[in-house]
């Protein structure tokens, strides 16, 4: 009994020493380099714990850090766990009941504003029911298998003993805890890619379904360049540009895309907030990925920290942002071209009206846009908008 306490008041001293400066990923790991005294399944426990309390948001603020923890663990768990089976075990007949029961369990009250904060500011597509209770459970893993390996990587995988299931044609997915860097080869065989980014991918389709002649693509935010390698896979003989904001993160793609296969792309460092700062001489290119810095707010079901740590000012910093970004970046389509907006963010103002501002303020039409829901897979949830630069005509 006394280790569950230990864990308990582990847990316990950790959120509450967390001052959301860095992700709690970070915060954690740095936390157990100092303190020596846990072992592995140690240190298991008492992360899920806080990663529980998380989960939940600001649903049980009214209870102390504790108690939070453990009722936060009652809600988030499917299955008997040992903490509750020794300190609550008078909750283990309901840990397949409803989030509804298991708050009623708890003494409070359910509603669909109880978990996610900012409910009244998602996209119109949203099943906001759904959507709150999905930060509850964890995502899955989902992997991309690359042409041309699809035999190799099942083989891989079930020589291995890794279970994994496919949800469609070249779309595994797997266990969170699944160790799989010392069994495939990531980035050459397979991408570690969430299902709704890699849906993204049916956009391109779109180009090339109607046959459109895609030659040059440009990814304006690269980032860590799953958009790029998503794109190279499925447009194929395509001329490659990479820009960002930071030159660390240019160094880390080039290492990426030689892994990848891609050997033939320019890359160079770009501030696209501001349009006086950027002078670009290369090809105006037929396809601009546009896939914007923003709040982040689809993925934190892997990020539940930011339940609590997001502040609603912020989503009107990050559209300001992401209308300068596409402003700059689309004066250098030429007429005709394409742009593919893309964010992993369920707020409307980072989504919709970033569409409609293309729309009406740069000379956009609309071919697709969709919020690709992850929370009906244990995914991330993706918004995405494939548009055509209008042609003038007198």
């Known amino acids: 009994m006394s280790r569950f306490h230990s864990y308990l008041q582990s847990a316990a001293a950790i959120v509450s020493s967390y001052t959301c400066e860095e992700p709690f990923s970070s915060y954690i790991k740095q936390y157990f380099s100092r303190y020596k005294k846990f072992g592995s399944n140690d240190r298991k426990t008492i992360t899920h714990l806080c990663y529980c309390y998380f989960r939940t948001g600001r649903s049980l ?8 923890i453990l009722s936060a663990l009652f ?8 903490v509750l089976r020794a300190l609550k075990p008078q909750w283990e007949e309901a840990i397949h009941a409803s989030p509804v029961v298991k708050f009623e369990q708890i003494g409070l009250t359910y509603s669909e504003k109880t978990i996610f904060p900012f409910p009244d500011r998602l996209s119109c597509e949203t099943d906001r029911a759904l959507f709150e209770i999905s930060h509850l459970i964890q995502p899955d893993l989902f992997l991309r298998i690359r042409p041309g390996k699809t035999d190799q990587v099942r083989s ?13 044609k070249q779309v595994l997915v797997l266990s969170n805890s699944s160790k799989i860097d010392s069994v495939l080869a990531i980035d050459q065989d397979v991408v570690v890619q969430d299902y709704s980014s890699q849906r993204i991918g049916s956009l391109l389709q779109l180009l090339i379904d109607r046959a459109v002649p895609i030659n040059h693509v440009w990814d304006c935010c690269a980032a860590s360049g799953g958009k790029s390698i998503l794109a190279y896979d499925k447009l194929k003989d395509i001329h490659l540009t990479v820009s960002d904001i930071r030159s660390s993160i240019l160094v880390n793609l080039d290492k990426r895309f030689k892994l990848a296969g891609i ?6 460092v770009a501030d696209l907030s501001n349009e006086n700062a950027i002078d670009l ?26 339940l609590t740590c997001f502040q609603s000012e912020q989503i009107d910093r990050y559209a300001l942002l992401q209308k300068k970004i596409v402003s700059t970046a689309s004066s250098f389509i030429k ?23 293309l729309e009406d303020s740069l000379g956009f039409e609309v071919l697709h846009k969709e919020l690709y829901k992850g929370f009906e897979w244990r995914a991330d949830s993706l918004f995405g908008a494939l548009l055509r630069k209008r042609v003038e005509t007198n």
């Open 61 to 68: 603020d009214v209870l102390s850090v504790e108690d939070r």
């Open 75 to 82: 809600l988030c768990q499917q299955t008997s766990h040992p």
């Open 156 to 168: 891989d995988l079930h020589r291995a003993g890794i279970m994994f299931r496919e949800l469609e």
């Open 263 to 268: 050997k033939k792309y320019h890359a160079f």
């Open 281 to 306: 001489s290369f090809t105006k290119p037929d396809l601009i990925l546009a896939d914007v810095p923003c709040s982040g707010s689809g993925t934190w079901g892997r990020t539940p920290e930011q």
């Open 335 to 357: 007429p005709g071209g394409y742009l593919l907006y893309s964010t992993c963010s369920v707020f409307q103002k980072e989504n919709e009206e970033v569409v409609s501002y």
